[in-house]
């Protein structure tokens, strides 16, 4: 086969002719539909190799953790290659030992290619094309990913979309939202407007946004008013830390730090490397939660729209984003945080010269707004007839194809696996096709170490502990001399079949002030033939517990020759007893100011169960404290009010008698005035009359003074109560245990605090 720069070699179809895809046909995005084991990632794998042998680099999603088989492309096709990537266990379900599995393996792959025309050489040139990069978010065992600078502000081409700046802004929200475990509604959830107002605050003003930002930005917004509503109606400063005191203890959690770790979420990066190499960025999110692999699949979305917002529009193929398995992540009816940036992803992408392609078991995972986006379907084989009914119903009235939909029924009843039937909207009629054989050796999932070995790649100068052993040959279990061995055996069953194991054991001394604690560590290295050795910290068993020979029907894998070498044994524990020196270390926790620290052998459960009733016990003594001092003020005011109380009284029936008084008076003299001839004097006493009357209103006066007064106590009794009320909350809160700032102090050994080692060799069952 000719290699073609703008084809896709993708397979072969019934008569035996190439099926080759023009690549640029990918911007209109595809599907792949199909039940388990059908051959979809076969097929996504075939469409990734075609693109990085164009050039063209690739960013991958892989829920399930198979797609770091790309990294697996053996030119030679030899045994040797092979053999560090069959698995023991599946070997001996088949009666092989490895060798004759990795033998089998090796010579499979070999003539598969070449069934399909396909040399050393391609496997050779796609090695080279790029550089393959499994990234593992928040894990340590690929690359990481840094999500720090995810909710930087988007480009000024987005700023000046609104349309596409509220979807970001609202994925954003729910991602962040749903790290803690709330599944926002956007339209009416408090929370996400909150997170929302916040984030577009940021943007309008040119600010990055970080997660730190948000969760201070929520006690203290940048902004009074939300909508119509004052910010204190809307969401009152009390909720508003509960909220942000949830977010805090996730990203202040010792684990979260692992989101910080590694390359930066830029996409740039995962498409060119630094010598602008096309690179195969594979996101494994197999060992997240499913919550923070919603979080990092809406980030990674979100981050591409920004990115792609900010290049200029191309025609051809610019980029391949492949997600393996779209299971939940943009299904109709229902609003992930991942729905929104992926049907923006399908509208838009194409502009830009981004293909996605997405794979799924059933056509009702991806949301009807996404299936129209599509522009190629690969359809394999389907398991139920409703499955295909569903699929049916969209293909039938194809321009060009002769089928009725009967026939297309029993078409894909009778598809076999890695046989797809292939509708392009840019091309008639339909196709049916075999996948071709992927130059990649497809293994299946991949376990964490195998992944630290394969981003090693080109082989760095070994570490110590991750020497890779040149040794071919095997030495048999019999006549070892210079190492102990012991046999574990978990279960009892027929049959067993054991791997072999390198293990140290050594006694180790965590010393500080106010500690000396004496511990057992264990760490273990799998030594078979041709492959590196590792080490893996585990729980200490003591070897009374392992048998000292093998049972009968015992069946073992080939060890690795050095153990017969004294010299390469001290080697190896010396490189242990480095290895349990970095990795051991005993972690206290403490309060400092409350004077509490856990001990050694203490769990966290057992240390908060202390931790709680010191809490309560210094929140007690403060209540006390609090409670004293607003008795005092109480007690003032309660003698404040009886005094009033009684001045009230007094002033009452003062200014009651008067006015009677002088009601009394006024009355004779008015009357006396219209009797008697002397006017004169009437008036005159009359006018004296009317003085005493003012007199007696101000004695009433005086009342209402003191009823003033009065009101002015009690307000200030009812404020002091309230107040008092909010600080015993405020204290509650503050000796919370989910408030208590516990400190967390690492112990770690010396060289000199190890000791006692032994080193032997542990045959147990996979
Ligand atoms: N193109 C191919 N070349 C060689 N082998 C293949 C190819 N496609 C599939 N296979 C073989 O078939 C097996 C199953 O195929 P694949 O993993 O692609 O199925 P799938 O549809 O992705 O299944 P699932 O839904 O369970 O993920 C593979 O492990 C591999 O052994
Ligand atoms: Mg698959």
């Given at each position: 086969m000719e290699e073609s720069v703008?084809?896709?070699?993708?397979g072969r179809d019934e008569s035996g002719a190439d099926i080759l895809?023009?690549?640029?046909?990918l911007t209109t995005h595809a599907l792949i539909i199909g039940?388990?084991?059908?051959g979809k990632t076969g097929l996504g794998i075939g469409l990734i190799e075609e693109a990085a042998l164009d050039n063209i680099p690739s960013i991958i999603i892989d829920?399930?953790?198979?797609?770091?088989?790309?990294?697996?492309?053996?030119?030679?096709?030899?045994k040797e290659e092979f053999l560090p990537w069959i698995d023991s266990q599946e070997a001996a379900n088949k009666n092989q030992s490895v060798e004759e599995a990795a033998k089998e393996t090796a010579q499979n792959w070999k003539k598969g290619l070449s069934d399909w025309g396909e040399g050393k050489e391609r496997v050779e040139a796609l090695k080279n094309s790029a550089r393959f990069t499994i990234y593992t978010p928040a894990a340590s065992f690929g690359v990481g990913v840094n999500?720090?600078?995810?909710?930087?502000v988007p480009p000024q081409e987005i700023l000046n979309d609104s349309d596409t700046l509220n979807m970001l802004i609202s994925s954003s929200a729910t991602s962040i939202l749903s790290l803690v475990g709330i599944n926002a509604?956007?339209?009416?959830?408090k929370e996400h407007i909150l997170i929302s107002s916040i984030l577009t605050h940021f943007y309008k003003n040119n600010k990055n946004a970080g997660l730190e930002e948000i969760i201070s930005s929520i006690v203290t917004?940048?902004?009074?008013?939300?909508g119509i509503f004052s910010l204190e109606t809307f969401f009152p400063k009390e909720r508003r830390m509960d909220f942000a005191m949830r977010l805090n203890a996730i990203i202040a959690s010792?684990?979260?730090?692992?989101?910080?770790?590694?390359?930066?979420?830029d996409i740039d990066g995962f498409l060119l490397d630094k010598d602008k190499k096309p690179k195969v960025s594979i996101f494994n999110?197999?060992?997240?939660?499913d919550n923070e692999r919603m979080f990092f699949v809406t980030l990674l979305l979100n981050n591409l729209i920004s990115w792609m917002r900010s290049k200029e529009g191309s025609s051809s193929l610019r980029a391949l984003i492949y997600m393996d398995e779209i299971f939940g992540f943009f299904p109709p009816n229902v609003n992930p945080p991942s729905k929104l940036p992926m049907l923006t992803l399908l509208k838009q992408a194409r502009a830009f010269g981004l293909g996605v392609v997405l794979s799924t078991?059933?056509?009702?995972?991806?949301?009807y707004k996404g299936l129209s986006n599509i522009g190629t379907w690969f359809i394999?084989?389907?398991?139920?007839a409703q499955d295909r009914e569903r699929v049916i119903s969209g293909l039938?009235?194809?321009?060009?194809?002769?089928?009725d939909k009967q026939s297309l029924v029993n078409l894909l009843s009778s598809l076999k696996k890695r046989h797809f039937l292939l509708k392009n909207i840019n091309e008639e009629g339909l196709r049916v096709f075999q996948t071709r054989?992927?130059?990649?050796?497809?293994?299946g999932p991949l376990s964490r170490e195998q992944i630290r070995l394969l981003n090693q790649t080109p082989a760095p100068a070994p570490e110590p502990s991750q020497e890779f052993l040149n040794t071919n040959q095997a030495v048999s279990r019999k006549f070892i001399s210079t190492i102990p061995q012991y046999y574990f055996y978990k279960q009892s069953k027929p049959n067993y079949h054991l791997s072999p194991y390198l293990v140290c054991t050594a006694k180790v001394r965590f010393v500080n002030k106010n500690i000396d604690e004496e511990n057992s560590a264990q760490a273990s290295a799998l030594i078979l033939v041709n492959k590196p050795v590792s080490w893996q910290a585990e729980e200490y068993i003591s070897?009374?517990?392992?048998?000292k020979s093998a049972r009968d029907k015992s069946s073992f894998d080939d060890i690795a020759s050095?153990?017969?070498e004294p010299k390469k044994i001290n080697a190896f524990k010396k490189d242990a007893v480095d290895f349990i020196m970095r990795t051991q270390k005993l972690t206290l926790f403490s309060i400092p100011w409350l004077k509490i620290e856990s001990k050694p052998k203490e769990s966290k459960e057992e240390f908060n169960i202390r931790l709680e009733a010191a809490l309560e016990k210094a929140y007690e003594q403060k209540y006390e404290k609090l409670k004293e001092k607003y008795d005092k003020i109480q007690r003032s005011l309660d003698d404040k009010f009886s005094k009033l109380r009684l001045k009230l009284e007094k002033e009452k029936s003062e200014a009651q008698n008067k006015t009677m008084d002088t009601l009394a008076t006024i009355g004779t003299s008015i009357l006396g005035a219209l009797f008697t001839k002397s006017r004169v004097g009437a008036i005159s006493k009359t006018a004296s009359s009317v003085k005493n009357a003012s007199r007696a209103l101000k004695e009433r006066g005086d009342v209402q003074r003191v009823e003033q007064e009065i009101a002015l106590v009690e307000r200030e009794a009812k404020e002091t109560e309230s107040e008092f009320q909010t600080q015993i909350k405020k204290l509650k809160e503050e000796f919370s245990l989910t408030n208590a700032l516990v400190e967390e102090i690492v112990i770690t050994p010396r060289k000199?605090?190890?000791?006692?080692e032994k080193i032997f060799i542990l045959w147990r069952e996979a």
């Open positions: 703008k084809l896709f070699y993708l895809y023009k690549n640029r046909d039940m388990t084991g059908s829920p399930k953790g198979d797609m770091g088989n790309l990294l697996l492309a053996f030119p030679s096709c030899s999500i720090l600078s995810s909710f930087n509604d956007p339209l009416s959830s917004p940048p902004f009074d008013k939300v010792p684990s979260f730090s692992s989101w910080l770790e590694g390359d930066d979420m999110i197999s060992h997240l939660s078991q059933n056509p009702v995972d991806l949301d394999g084989r389907l398991q139920t039938s009235g194809v321009q060009g194809s002769n089928l054989w992927t130059l990649s050796y497809l293994k070897q009374e517990s392992f048998e050095f153990v017969d000199t605090d190890i000791y006692d």
